[in-house]
């Protein structure tokens, strides 16, 4: 899929570093109209891969993780930045397109032999999401698919994942 969400898709040079590109997904989930929409693309790109549970990525991936598994009936597991999840969690760093970073997840989530589909906002460089699916396989969970509303192509990020993925809007700059 590609072109049909870029109208709603802002982009902001230099943020948050010097030659970063940044995607500002804000005028996507301002209007209810195109939320709605979106969240439905997402469900429709993800039913067939019959997932247990939907998994949230800190904190963008929240904003559409929700509403989805609403839709679909399902619940959310969230996996956060380090420090930001009470309880006994398991990390797994990595590194970003501009900078390096930790992921959580409980380890009291209930992911043993889960289905499990991601949703971020974004896939660029592949590090948040190859971190994510290697936080759930080793909590017991099956990633089974990934779905970005944004992929870089250029950056070559879904090599890095060994699940299926679905993008949105792709972009080849």
């Not at 609403?70 to 597991?77: A, C, F, K, P, T």
């Not at 970073?101 to 971020?120: F, N, S």
């Not at 089974?144 to 299926?164: C, D, M, N, S, Y």
Request: contains cysteine; negative net charge; glycine residues 6%.
């Amino acid at each position: 899929m590609s072109n049909h969400l870029d109208t709603w898709i802002q982009t902001y040079p230099d943020f948050p570093k010097p030659g970063i590109l940044f995607y500002d997904i804000a005028p996507i989930i301002e209007y209810p109209d195109r939320l709605r929409y979106v969240c439905q693309l997402i469900r429709d790109a993800i039913t067939d891969w019959q997932p247990d549970v939907l998994v949230g990525i800190d904190s963008r991936g929240f904003l559409f993780a929700t509403p989805v598994a609403l839709l679909m009936d399902l619940g959310v597991v969230m996996v956060r930045k380090k420090g930001k999840l009470p309880g006994d969690v398991r990390e797994e760093s990595y590194a970003l397109e501009y900078g390096e970073a930790t992921l959580a997840v409980q380890r009291d989530r209930d992911l043993t032999a889960k289905r499990v589909v991601l949703i971020d906002d974004l896939l660029a460089t592949g590090g948040t999401l190859a971190a994510t699916e290697k936080l759930l396989n080793e909590s017991g969970a099956k990633v089974v698919g990934t779905v970005v509303l944004i992929e870089l192509k250029l950056l070559q990020g879904r090599k890095k994942l060994k699940a299926p993925v679905t993008s949105l809007q792709l972009y080849d700059e």
